[in-house]
């Protein structure tokens, strides 16, 4: 099941990836309209602020696997859903720690 | 003794009720075709056994165990597997890959010779959106005979495609059943249908009624009359004999 969890994985990682860049973006310019300065906010958030953001992108992650029609093809692969769940969340959850063990956030 | 029974089966839907106490069974080297209007519930029964969908009474007996809340994940790691009504390769890797994938995962057949014997080894590098229904259809049965399930459900596989890959795909059928495929199948093509199954179930009212071999399908009343039609050319194709019903 390698390839399949590698497939899912690296797709979690970039929806992960394009979310905070997103999120990164409107921040940003939110704090430049606000007058704000500090840089380190738009990435930084406290440990709720990156719990939503991993459900967020869990949540778009089952999104894209209902809209693309694949719950079959991984039921007859025999995934379970605890599987699924930590495929399109894990990469999220990785990214969250790391972010917050190199910038200092909520993890 | 059958390898599959969706046993007592209802389920409510929008309100209305589908099925009643329907029962499916699927048993080892036999095709069997659930046949029933549109609306009568064969797709529900039919996700219902294949635990995509649950029910809310009944249970299912699968391999010997019986599910009260049954997962395709669970059913298919025991050897079932099953063909939704639309497409079930993911565009994102090609036909191969996805092969490969499930002949790892499962310890499968040639991936080769199942592209080779339902004639899409030319279309093995691409990828499922680029291909046409029927190429379709016969890349999901090759997925089929590279899993070598020990079960087969598979929801209107001949929908939309040309004679000609609608015999491929029966002949595919008629194959896994003969490798001891437990083999399900609905649709409404009814003449290939007949022709691919060993055993007819018939769905309607929410109930179901098996009415044995297609020959004997063929003559019952309720059935002619209700689904086939009474004027319908394949009310009889051979000289088989009549039992009464």
């Known amino acids: 099941m390698a390839g399949l969890a590698r497939l ?28 704000g300065t500090d840089a380190g906010t738009t990435v930084v958030f406290d440990a709720i602020g990156e719990a939503v953001i991993v459900l967020a992108c869990a ?3 089952m999104v894209d696997i209902r809209r693309r029609g694949e719950r079959a093809l991984l039921g007859n692969f025999g995934v379970r859903p605890a599987v699924l769940v930590a495929w399109i969340a894990g990469p999220a959850v990785a990214g969250e720690i790391v972010l917050a063990l190199l910038l200092g956030g909520g993890a | 003794m059958s390898l599959l029974v969706a046993d007592a089966v209802g389920k409510w839907l929008g309100g209305r009720r589908v099925l009643a106490a329907a029962t499916l069974r699927a048993e080892r080297g036999q095709v069997r075709v659930l046949f029933g209007r549109n609306g009568a519930g064969k797709s529900t029964l039919l996700k219902i056994a294949a635990g995509w969908i649950a029910a809310d009474t009944g249970v299912v007996h699968f391999d010997g165990r019986a599910y009260l809340r049954p997962t395709l994940a669970a059913l298919a790691r025991r050897g079932l597997f099953y063909l939704p009504d639309h497409d079930l390769l993911t565009s994102v890797l090609t036909v191969r ?16 010779g199942a592209l080779e014997a339902v004639g899409i080894a030319h279309v093995a590098q691409a ?43 029966a002949l595919g059928l008629r194959r896994l059943a003969a490798d001891g495929c437990a083999v399900v199948v609905t649709g409404h093509e009814v003449p290939t249908l007949l022709d691919a199954a060993d055993q007819v179930t018939w769905c309607t ?41």
């Not at chain 1, 690296?10 to 921040?27: D, E, I, K, Q």
């Not at chain 2, 890959?97 to 002949?103: E, T």
């Not at chain 2, 049965?141 to 890959?165: M, S, W, Y």
């Open chain 1, 59 to 61: 949540a778009l992650g």
């Open chain 2, 205 to 245: 009212g929410g109930m179901t009624y098996e009415l044995g071999p297609p020959n004997a399908a063929r003559m019952h009343d309720g059935f002619r009359r209700d689904y086939l039609g009474p004027g319908t050319p394949w009310r009889r194709s051979t000289s088989e004999s009549t039992p009464g019903h």
């Open chain 2, 97 to 112: 890959a996805q092969l490969d994938l499930l002949r790892r995962r499962f310890g499968g057949g040639n991936v080769d």
């Open chain 1, 8 to 35: 899912y994985l690296l797709r979690s990682a970039v929806t992960w990836l394009l979310a905070r860049l997103l999120l990164a973006v409107v921040m940003a310019t939110a704090a430049l309209l606000d007058g």
């Open chain 2, 127 to 169: 990828r499922p959106h680029t291909l046409s229904g029927g190429e379709l259809r016969r890349a999901e049965l090759a997925a089929v005979l590279v899993r070598r399930p020990a079960c087969l459900l598979a929801d209107e596989p001949f929908r939309g495609i040309a004679p000609h890959d609608a015999e491929v795909l």
